[in-house]
Structures are given as structure tokens and as C-alpha cells.
């Protein structure tokens, strides 16, 4: 198993670009979700998503679109890139009722 | 909404000796999880130790182990033995109990002095 991959695992973007995060799993896990780590602030929801067709907001969901197409992918999208999100964002993945979420390595994304 | 506080942004501790990391939370639940991630300089997110609520008895992992007060609302994390690859930034985090989002402190960063 590769476990939760994530690509690119760094980007440099300019304010107003756009692009997608991706995010695999080869789990069979129904629950994914999007995390952004900031310095001093921990690591905190944007997104998450229970299961296929099925995706709902976290903490800090503003400038960030999700979709669950399938089981195992799990896109970030940013329409429209800003200096504050700048950041290092991470996916994870479980099983509901599990005890573990597995994490993917993180990309750390720079907005100039 | 739950919150976890990690009042010690930085800690150090001598190779061989033992160190304590702090973690308290807030919550109206009865029924949660609580965790430690440790966050070494490749990023990657590794579950270090998990406490369920509703056990009394504290978690412990080989190295590490916890002091888990439920009624004081803490849950700090004892490492012995400390090993040069134990150095890291250390997460506390909290979950509900059917749900999966988790919420985490604002990390303690683990200096191990040779």
C-alpha cells in the first residue's frame, strides 16, 4: 500500500493563480480530509469529506473548493490564490470509528 | 467547539532523560479520543500514542506514556528514555466520539541535547 500520497509536494504561485492539490489513498477509507499547518497555529480543517458525493466544511474552509468524486481521491482546489494561504497542507485519511488517521507527506504551497 | 492549548512552544531535555509535554483541552463531551502526533523534520504527521475517554487506565507505548486526567481536563505526554530521533515538534489532539475531525494544539517543539 502507498498509503496517502499527495501532489505536488511543493508550489510556487502567484496571487490570483489557481490550482489543485491532489490527494490519493489506496485504503478503502471513507473519511478524508484537509488539513493547513501555520506556524504557531497547529494544524487546522479546511475540508472534509465522509465518503463519494458526500463533502462538508471544517475550521477554515474560505478560498478552498472540495470534491469526492471516488473513494480514493480527494482534490483541494484553490479558484483564486492569496498570500495568506501560504502554508503547508495536509491530507489524511481513516476508517469511521477507527482510532488512527493516516497522513500524507504534505505540500508546502508559497503565494506571492 | 473543543480547543486544545499546548502552553510550552519549546522544551529540551538531556539524551537518556525523561521530559513531560503538556496539553490541556476543553470540551462538554463525555465521550472523545485524544492523541500525540509527533512532526519530525521531514513534516510527516506519526501517531504517537491515542487515549480513549472512557478508559481509566493511561495508554502507554513503549517510550512513551500518558497522564491522562479526565476531571482536570489534561493530558500530558511523558517520554523516558529520550533519544536523539525523538526530537520533533509534538501535536496534542482531540476527536469527538463518532466523528472524525480532529482538532489540534499549536504543537511543542522537543530539542534532545546530546
Redesign the interface.
Known amino acids: 500500500n502507498a498509503g496517502v500520497t499527495q501532489t505536488p509536494k511543493f508550489q510556487v504561485l502567484k496571487t490570483g493563480q489557481s490550482m489543485t492539490l491532489q490527494c490519493a489513498q489506496d485504503m478503502n477509507h471513507e473519511?478524508m480530509?484537509w488539513?493547513r499547518q501555520d506556524p504557531?497555529?497547529?494544524?487546522?480543517?479546511i475540508h472534509?469529506s465522509?465518503g463519494a458525493g458526500i463533502t462538508d466544511q471544517?475550521e477554515v474552509p474560505n478560498g478552498y473548493n472540495v470534491s469526492r468524486s471516488t473513494t480514493e481521491d480527494f482534490p483541494l482546489r484553490l479558484l483564486s490564490a492569496a498570500p495568506s494561504q501560504t502554508s503547508?497542507y495536509?491530507c489524511?485519511s481513516?476508517r469511521?470509528?477507527s482510532?488512527?488517521?493516516f497522513?500524507g507527506?504534505?505540500t508546502?504551497l508559497t503565494v506571492l | 467547539a473543543q480547543t486544545?492549548t499546548q502552553s510550552q512552544?519549546e522544551m529540551s531535555v538531556q539524551e537518556a532523560e525523561t521530559v513531560t509535554l503538556s496539553c490541556t483541552y476543553d470540551t462538554s463531551e463525555s465521550d472523545y479520543?485524544l492523541f500525540w502526533y509527533k512532526q519530525p523534520p521531514?513534516?510527516?504527521?506519526i501517531?504517537v500514542i491515542?487515549q480513549?475517554a472512557y478508559k481509566q487506565q493511561n495508554a502507554t507505548e513503549n517510550r512513551f506514556s500518558v497522564n491522562f486526567q479526565k476531571a482536570a481536563k489534561s493530558f500530558s505526554l511523558k517520554i523516558s528514555d529520550s533519544q536523539l530521533g525523538d526530537a520533533a515538534m509534538y501535536?496534542c489532539?482531540y476527536r469527538n466520539f463518532?466523528n472524525?475531525?480532529?482538532?489540534?494544539?499549536?504543537?511543542t517543539r522537543l530539542t534532545i541535547i546530546p
Open positions: 473519511y480530509s488539513y504557531g497555529m497547529g494544524l487546522r480543517l472534509y465522509v471544517g503547508v495536509f489524511a481513516s469511521p470509528i482510532n488512527e488517521q497522513f507527506p504534505g508546502r | 486544545v512552544p479520543y521531514s513534516r510527516q504527521m501517531l491515542r480513549e501535536f489532539a463518532g472524525e475531525k480532529l482538532t489540534f494544539g499549536t504543537g
